[in-house]
């Protein structure tokens, strides 16, 4: 060393995001700001809010955080140690349920769609990640009885891998 030189150490939990194309992931506390892969020194016991922003009709799937259960664009993580955070972005992909016959009833699905959905009463369209795969189980109400699915499902509930829209029908006769 010919000069005097100053050093700065800086310590803390080393947050590592990946995602896939589709969106972006910012970071607050800032620091995060990525494309493809980034990184960011938090200190310990910092809580880092994740935020992604899909483009066009894409959701998020992530991993290595809490996901926020009012706005599945935003992730939580605790840095009480190094984190890898992982945001996929997907293509969201349509389930139709159709009420047919005469009868009266409701169906549930399993997962929950995408705004939280657990169930319709009516007609009604429920939006999943591109291959998610989710069960509709019929319920008749007043009396009615469940009579069949469409084509596409037989038995006493439906499972599908939304790998396109899919469109589902349930029968309910008096």
Do not use: H, K
């Not at 894409?58 to 190094?82: E, F, K, L, Y």
């Not at 769609?113 to 019929?138: F, H, I, K, Q």
């Amino acid at each position: 060393m010919n000069n005097p030189r100053e050093v700065t150490a800086r310590f803390g939990r080393l947050l590592t995001v990946t995602r896939s194309s589709g969106g972006s992931v910012t970071s607050n506390p800032a620091g995060i700001a990525c494309g493809s892969q980034c990184d960011e020194t938090y200190p310990d016991g910092a809580q880092v809010v994740l935020t992604g922003a899909p483009v066009g009709t894409r959701t998020i799937n992530w991993t290595g955080c809490t996901v926020d259960p009012n706005n599945r664009n935003v992730c939580r993580v605790t840095m009480s140690q190094a984190r890898t955070v992982d945001a996929q972005f997907v293509s969201i992909r349509n389930l139709d349920l159709t009420f047919i016959g005469g009868g009266n009833g409701s169906a549930t699905v399993s997962p929950p769609a995408l705004a939280g959905t657990t169930s319709c009463n009516a007609d009604c369209r429920l939006d999943y990640a591109d291959d998610e795969v989710v069960t509709v189980t019929p319920v008749p109400v007043g009396g009615s009885t469940f009579v069949r699915f469409d084509d596409d499902c037989s038995g006493a509930t439906c499972q599908l891998t939304m790998d396109s829209n899919q469109d589902v029908d349930l029968e309910f006769a008096p």
